[in-house]
T-cell receptor, first 112, second 112 residues
Framework: GAVVSQHPSWVICKSGTSVKIECRSL??????MFWYRQFPKQSLMLMAT?????????EQGVEKDKFLINHASLTLSTLTVTSAHPEDSSFYIC????????FGPGTRLLVL | SQQGEEDPQALSIQEGENATMNCSYK?????LQWYRQNSGRGLVHLIL?????REKHSGRLRVTLDTSKKSSSLLITASRAADTASYFC????????????FGKGTRLSVIA
């Protein structure tokens, strides 16, 4: 199947700093990518839809100024967690595809 | 919000036994997909079943879909210890590039 990569796979940062997570489609072009968040032992919750060349669409309750999404090319979307706080600690995972969504390996964020 | 529920939430079986997981959803769908997630890792796509399909097979996997009951089941036959993982169903409401809505998942443990 198609390959989606994420970087970094894990990150530890101090409270108040910003963290950028990259999501790349390696062997196909993706005009749309999706960002999900997953807390321990819970399911995936959609955060936002990343659209190449236009603004992202955020789900209700997700702060767009805190979770900045940029989809500058057909193979790359970035999620920046700005001024991270401990409650932002989570597993962030992206997906891309058409009918079948292919997921990246995820990024585990720990904010101290 | 979550689309639906999986049941059971947790399932423990012996190697060689069959495992059945169920998923219910709330709205009309275009297709339903099953994914597997090993602890702390990304999601692996298992199978996609469209709303006009009733049953699909892939290796040791069998998926059924009953749109009148808004439910689906995933059967894993002759389970192996390597099948130990969380299994999620996810629905897609519309055709095209729309996000997945995940159920809460079933944690399967296969004991050797």
């Amino acid at each position: 199947g198609a390959v989606v990569s994420q970087h970094p796979s894990w990150v530890i940062c101090k409270s108040g700093t910003s963290v950028k997570i990259e999501c790349r489609s390696l062997d196909f072009q993706a005009t749309t990518m999706f960002w999900y968040r997953q807390f321990p032992k819970q399911s995936l919750m959609l955060m936002a839809t990343s659209n190449e060349g236009s603004k992202a669409t955020y789900e209700q309750g997700v702060e767009k100024d805190k979770f900045l999404i940029n989809h500058a090319s057909l193979t790359l979307s970035t999620l920046t967690v700005t001024s991270a706080h401990p409650e932002d600690s989570s597993f962030y995972i992206c997906s891309a595809g058409l009918e079948t969504q292919y997921f990246g390996p995820g990024t585990r964020l720990l904010v101290l | 919000s979550q689309q639906g529920e999986e049941d059971p939430q947790a399932l423990s079986i012996q190697e060689g036994e069959n495992a059945t997981m169920n998923c219910s959803y709330k709205t009309s769908i275009n297709n339903l997909q099953w994914y597997r997630q090993n602890s702390g890792r990304g999601l692996v796509h298992l199978i996609l079943i469209r709303s006009n399909e009733r049953e699909k097979h892939s290796g040791r996997l069998r998926v059924t879909l009953d749109t009148s009951k808004k439910s689906s089941s995933l059967l894993i036959t002759a389970s192996r210890a390597a099948d130990t993982a969380s299994y999620f169903c996810a629905t897609v409401r519309n055709s095209g590039n729309t996000p997945l809505v995940f159920g809460k998942g079933t944690r399967l443990s296969v004991i050797a």
